[in-house]
């Protein structure tokens, strides 16, 4: 089984930045995908980011390019979303996920495994 852990979620202003962690457990992830997602009240789940375990590949949301930026790091087994010029629109929940294939690293019905979720929040 694989475990997810989301922390670092908060309230921040517009322009503000947060880091988000997600600390993975219970299997070797060299061929994973590992995924960032969120999602709003009365919307689908997004994709946000995502970054292959081995490798330097890296995926982002049309949204968010510029601003966030995923890494890794894999003595810690650990992925982080850093999150700057935070706008209202990217108040969500976020989700930490892994993809044990990695073909569709950015189609959320790929993923296998999530995380609780960590709640951000955005004022303006």
């Known amino acids: 089984q694989v475990q997810l852990v989301e922390s670092g979620g908060g309230l921040v202003q517009a322009g503000g930045s947060l880091r988000l962690s997600c600390a993975a457990s219970?299997?070797?992830?060299?061929?994973?995908?590992m995924g960032w997602f969120r999602q709003a009240p009365g919307k689908e789940r997004e994709f946000v980011a995502g970054?292959?375990?081995?490798?330097?590949?890296?995926y982002y949301a049309d949204s968010v390019k510029g601003r966030f930026t995923i890494s890794r790091d894999n003595a810690k087994n650990t992925v982080y979303l850093q999150m700057n010029s935070l706008k209202p629109e990217d108040t969500a929940v976020y989700y930490c996920?892994?993809?044990?294939?990695?073909?569709?690293?950015?189609?959320?019905?790929?993923?296998?495994?999530w995380g609780q979720g960590t709640q951000v929040t955005v004022s303006s």
């Open positions: 219970g299997r070797t992830f060299s061929h994973y995908v």
């Open positions: 970054q292959r375990w081995s490798g330097s590949s890296r």
């Open positions: 996920a892994a993809d044990s294939r990695g073909y569709y690293p950015t189609t959320r019905t790929e993923y296998d495994y």
